[in-house]
């Protein structure tokens, strides 16, 4: 079973930057597909950047150039860095982790985290 849990996120102004993290505890990890979704209030959750197990990345279009997941398989870590932010970015980040990989769908991932607030203003 995959447990992740969120941290990284806060209150910052239009242009600035945040990085997200996500640490995950289980043996399986190394073999799952991740992803960062996001879901502001009234709003479906949405995709935001997909990375697979040997490293490979997709990212929504609303922010191609702006925002870069990586992931550190030897500190089980899960990381978005989030630049040029824009009031739009808000909304509560989820990490997720599944056997599928680069996809960009809520129901392709079994495992989520809690979430992390991320606020632009």
């Known amino acids: 079973h995959v447990q992740l849990v969120e941290s990284g996120g806060g209150s910052v102004q239009a242009g600035g930057s945040l990085r997200l993290s996500c640490g995950l505890s289980?043996?399986?990890?190394?073999?799952?597909?991740l992803a960062w979704f996001r879901q502001a209030p009234g709003k479906e959750r949405e995709g935001v950047a997909a990375i697979s197990s040997t490293g490979a990345t997709i990212y929504a279009d609303s922010v191609k150039g702006r925002f870069t997941i990586s992931r550190d398989n030897a500190e089980n870590t899960l990381l978005l860095e989030m630049s040029d932010l824009k009031p739009e970015d808000t909304g509560t980040y989820y990490c997720?982790?599944?056997?599928?990989?680069?996809?960009?769908?809520?129901?392709?991932?079994?495992?989520w985290g809690r979430g992390t607030q991320v606020t632009v203003s």
């Open positions: 997720a982790g599944g056997a599928w990989q680069l996809l960009l769908r809520p129901t392709a991932y079994n495992y």
């Open positions: 289980s043996h399986p990890y190394k073999q799952c597909g």
